[in-house]
């Protein structure tokens, strides 16, 4: 069965301290790679997306994602994180053909000031 | 723009209750789903909507669950009777065709409390 396996449930971060989430799916066929976010009261909203081409991605908010095929991987990072980027994050796996999209647990990112 | 609206936003019944909750898609958004949060927990589906044909419901509970998309449009999703396990927070969200397709816009979600 298709599953999306998020590597951490929660992070501490100290302001400025990189950032990087892991995410790995099990899925042999063709997929649309997600990363969403949900800041405290907010909606699930969509971080960065990746369907073709280039393998690393640019998000919102200096976010990036590189998808590693070989590694069925599609980390998450950022450079320096902000106080702002406490949030909860969600990896996602869109199966092409049949449009359904696979979430893992998330990780919740508190980042201290 | 306005986004997916959800109501209610909270929702606290006793058991064996029923319960109604319901979405109102992006405008032109062919695709709707009802996704299950579980505190802790990414969600997942129970059913998605290609205009008012359920495409994908094999997550469903259907022995207390149902879901109506009349005219494609708007969506209910009802459970009858709550059980204490369906405490949870319901999402609706939806997607339009073509490329877009997968990128899902979420609602605020409906949050219920089963007692």
């Known amino acids: 069965a298709q599953s999306v396996s998020q590597h951490n449930h929660h992070v501490i971060l100290s302001e400025a301290a990189s950032l990087e989430l892991g995410c790995n799916y099990s899925?042999?066929?063709?997929?649309?790679l997600f990363w969403y976010v949900q800041y405290p009261g907010q909606h699930l909203q969509l971080l960065l997306k990746?369907?073709?081409?280039?393998?690393l991605v640019k998000g919102i908010k200096g976010f990036e994602a590189e998808f590693i095929k070989s590694k069925f991987s599609f980390n998450l990072r950022k450079p320096s994180v902000q106080w702002s980027d406490t949030a909860e994050y969600f990896c996602?796996?869109?199966?092409?053909?049949?449009?359904?999209?696979?979430f893992g647990a998330g990780t919740r990112l508190f980042v201290k000031a | 723009e306005a986004g997916v609206v959800q109501s209610p936003r909270y929702k606290i019944i006793e058991k064996k209750q029923p319960v109604a909750f319901w979405c109102n898609p992006i405008?032109?958004?062919?695709?709707l789903y009802w996704y299950l949060q579980n505190l802790g927990q990414g969600p997942e589906l129970l059913i998605r909507?290609?205009?008012?044909?359920?495409?994908?419901d094999s997550q469903l509970p259907k022995d207390r669950f149902s879901a109506e998309r009349l005219k494609g449009v708007d969506s209910t999703l009802k459970i009858q009777p709550a059980e204490l396990g369906d405490s949870a927070v319901y999402l609706c969200?939806?997607?339009?065709?073509?490329?877009?397709?997968?990128?899902?816009?979420f609602g605020a979600g409906s949050r219920l409390t089963v007692l």
């Open positions: 899925y042999g066929g063709t997929v649309n």
């Open positions: 909507y290609e205009n008012e044909e359920a495409v994908d």
């Open positions: 996602a796996v869109g199966l092409t053909g049949g449009f359904k999209t696979i």
């Open positions: 405008s032109g958004h062919n695709t």
């Open positions: 990746y369907f073709s081409g280039d393998p």
């Open positions: 969200a939806s997607s339009p065709q073509g490329a877009g397709a997968n990128v899902l816009t």
